[in-house]
């Protein structure tokens, strides 16, 4: 390589190194605190990983509304399972805020395998512009913090057993690493059956409500019915819950002693008012179920 080629290369180095470093030197703009930092996944569990946001600037070019990821890690880095969710408040400089982020094992996806996992979070938007944070924890590349350490364990002792009636569908995959796997409901009422339960705790649902019309298919609703809506019931204590409209759901369902004495085994019974008409398919369905889990 001559002088004059080594000139060449070096001038188109430059720029792109220059490029990286005011990239990394922008400024913060926000601090954000979790808790706790250390935590214990069950499987099928649920738990809250708290976030405390002190909003120092805005967010310039930001599309859309503001999302927060939170990537748990295997060894090597990949990402297993992500708990993406959008920031529930107005992103205001000066402003403190908090915000809850559910971490979970789904009944309905395999366990992850014991052991220890990494878990990083990061700012970003519809477009995938990350931001960076003020954060106790090592920066893992690209605005991505590693902000916790995950212990997962066996199967836990403490979880009730799940079975599905006829009504549901076959498990099937899910698109990501969010929502690994769901189950449809077909056209009529679905119930869980619950066994082996604790004195006390809580069933966690993600349900979602399709949209009523695409290219393939059309939404039939029952009789006198204006809008799409589930209604979730359970002999596992007095609680009854109704959504209505397109898009995700969350249910939560203590499950106390319906009398005196505490019940070995109840039931849920979910309730769709309507079913989709699909081109080509097999089978009439409902709404998913993107996941189950159990809260002590």
């Known amino acids: 390589m001559n002088a004059k080629t080594m000139m060449t290369v070096f001038l188109c180095v430059v720029p792109i190194l220059a490029l ?37 600037l805005p967010l310039d070019g930001l599309e859309g509304t503001p999302l927060v990821f939170v ?11 992500t708990f993406d969710r959008r920031l529930d408040f107005e992103w205001q400089p000066g402003q403190s805020q908090q915000s809850v982020i559910r971490l979970y094992q789904s009944a309905l996806a395999p366990p992850l395998e014991p052991g220890t996992y990494g878990l990083t979070v990061g700012l970003y938007d519809s477009a995938g512009r990350r931001w960076p944070l003020r954060v106790e ?16 364990g066996s199967e836990s002792e403490d979880a009730p057993m799940f079975f599905f009636s006829a009504a549901w569908l076959p498990l099937e995959s899910g698109l990501d690493a969010q929502v690994v796997a769901r189950r449809w409901l077909g056209d009529a009422e679905g119930t869980i059956r619950v066994t082996d339960r604790p004195d ?31 209604r979730v019931t359970s002999t596992c204590g007095l609680e009854e819950i109704c959504v209505s409209g397109p898009g995700f759901h969350e249910i939560e369902l203590s499950l106390g002693p319906e009398k005196e004495e505490l019940l070995e085994e109840c039931e849920l019974r979910l309730e769709p008012n309507f079913h989709l008409l699909e081109d080509n398919a097999p089978t009439q369905r409902s709404m998913a179920l993107e996941v189950l889990a159990w809260a002590d």
Not at 200 to 221: D, F, Y
Not at 222 to 228: G, L, R, V
């Open 137 to 152: 924890g090592d920066e893992t590349g690209r605005n991505e913090y590693r902000v916790a350490d995950v212990e997962v």
């Open 20 to 56: 990286v470093a005011c990239e990394s030197a922008d400024p913060p703009v926000a601090g954000l605190t979790i808790e706790p930092t250390r935590l214990r996944l069950p499987f099928p569990g649920v738990i809250d990983l708290d976030l405390s946001w002190a909003m120092e």
């Open 200 to 230: 006390s705790g809580r069933i966690w649902m993600l349900i979602r409500i399709p949209s009523a019309e695409s290219k393939s298919s059309r939404m039939v609703l029952a009789d006198e019915a204006s809008a799409p809506e589930v």
């Open 71 to 81: 990537h748990l890690l295997g060894e090597q880095g990949d990402v297993l399972r």
